[in-house]
């Protein structure tokens, strides 16, 4: 059963070193044809991007010649041969600054200037994104690797996709929104490194020819060279997939504690995001049906302290349409509707609008959570922030028969802090203020 499983998968079998070299060093030149064609395949992935259609970015990425060099890097990395890698990095780094000032000439020049769906898919990787790198490398070398030919390259290409991030950073920096540069990048570069990282493992799984030198000695100091490259390469990637991995774990998470819980509460979830602002991850879910009671954002928020994650907190915004009716908008419509509420929500942070807070329910929210408090209340003060500014900030008054420590202390008011949707918070334990007061 061994040898014939062993059998059935065995990929050694049928592999040709000579036309596997010959193959991707020959992508890896960037002159004549091939750089006419990364022009072309950069402005139809601009193109797409920049109308929503997924038929051209696909017919981009199949005829995107940046798959080559990237190959390149991993196959010479595993057969330690140095004047392949010097080309295919040289190669790589110019059709990324080709792809980039293409990318950034276009988006200068077309009318259309907002962001649309395709552009902010590819503004940060998810975990998924890293495994259809590892795995659409590994079946671009295998593939390549044949001796009689397969139709798997067209398919890893459009799986990988590395000219839309590509171009994405290029709208990023033609309109300066850098967190489209730096997200699109860093999707571009996971995909690049996990790609010659697939590439380096197969290669070396099928024992292809190492570069020999007629200096043993300087043989010695490229193996040492490119085991330090190995190093730098793998380091990163570990890192990266981890950090990958955590932030999918948080939105599993968040998914779990907040939408899930407002969906039992009869209300549909039509859109939600992450946003960070003044050191709160703001879960911002936009709903229909009734408003979300204060009881019920204090419990999610409580569920999230409780599950580690104590510098995220709801921001819910009411809808007045269903999913159906979001449904028959198009995209466009759709995203000015979501763009036109967050704005309503920032120009009411901006005026300083204090939300209508209950006693009742903030003293029982804060005893809830805090055993250490025995009774709390809670008011507004306002404070002159300049001569023609007044500020106005929430107060909250509690009484304990033991006075808290720092730590007990610094918990209630990164509690209050997310409970009122403010930076700062005005904290007065009653038993002092009366004795100062006397």
């Known amino acids: 059963m061994k040898e014939f499983l062993i059998k059935i998968f065995d990929i050694r079998l049928h592999s040709d070193f000579q036309k596997t070299f010959q193959i991707i060093s020959d992508g890896v030149l960037l002159k004549g044809y091939n750089l006419w064609i990364l022009v072309c395949s950069c402005i139809l992935a601009s193109i797409g991007l920049n109308t929503n ?5 696909i017919g981009a990425m199949l005829i995107s010649p940046l ?5 390149g890097v991993g196959l010479s990395i595993a057969i330690h041969d140095r004047e392949l890698l010097a080309r295919s990095l040289r190669n790589l780094g110019l059709a ?3 792809s980039l000032f293409t990318s950034v000439l276009y988006f200068l020049i077309t009318p259309l200037t907002g962001a649309t769906e395709e552009l902010q898919s590819r503004t940060f990787p998810t975990l998924l994104d890293v495994l259809v790198a590892l ?8 593939a390549i690797s044949r001796k009689e030919p397969t139709n798997a390259i067209p398919g890893v290409a459009i799986a990988t996709a590395l000219m839309p991030p590509l171009c994405t950073a290029g709208y990023g920096l033609a309109t300066l929104r850098w967190n489209y540069f730096f997200g699109a990048f860093y999707l571009f570069f996971i995909n690049a490194v996990f790609i010659s990282l697939a590439t380096y493992l197969i290669v070396k ?11 043993t000695r300087l043989q010695k100091v490229y193996s040492i060279w490119f085991s330090v490259i190995i190093i730098v390469v793998l380091i990163p990637s570990i890192y990266f997939l981890y950090s990958v991995y955590k932030k999918s774990m948080i939105k599993i998470d968040v998914n779990d504690i907040v ?3 407002i969906q039992k509460n009869g209300n549909e979830v039509l859109k939600w995001e992450i946003q960070d602002q003044d050191s709160v991850q703001w879960v911002k879910v936009y709903h229909s049906g009734e408003p979300l009671s204060d009881s019920l954002k204090a419990a999610i928020n409580n569920s999230l302290h409780k599950h580690n994650l104590r510098s995220y907190a709801l921001k819910a915004v009411r809808v007045n349409l269903t999913k159906e009716d979001v449904s028959k908008l198009s995209a466009q419509t759709a995203k000015e509707m979501f763009q036109q509420l967050q704005l309503d929500s920032l120009k009411q942070q901006i005026n300083n609008s204090p939300p209508p807070l209950s006693y009742k329910s903030v003293s ?18 306002t404070l002159p922030d ?3 500014h007044i500020d106005t900030i929430p107060a909250v008054f509690y009484r304990s028969k033991k006075p808290l420590n720092d730590k007990q202390k610094q918990q209630l008011y990164t509690f209050l802090k997310l409970r009122f949707n403010t930076d700062t918070v005005a904290l007065y334990q009653q038993n002092e203020l009366v004795r100062k007061l006397h």
């Open 386 to 388: 300049s001569v023609a």
């Open 259 to 261: 939408i899930n819980t």
């Open 96 to 98: 990324v600054l080709i």
């Open 364 to 381: 029982k929210e804060i005893q809830a959570a805090f055993s250490f408090v025995d009774t709390a209340s809670n008011g507004w003060i």
């Open 53 to 57: 259609s997924t038929a051209i970015i």
């Open 67 to 71: 798959m080559s060099p990237i190959l």
């Open 135 to 142: 795995f659409g490398g590994i079946a671009g070398i295998v």
């Open 205 to 215: 799984y099928l024992h292809f020819p190492e570069k020999k030198y007629a200096d």
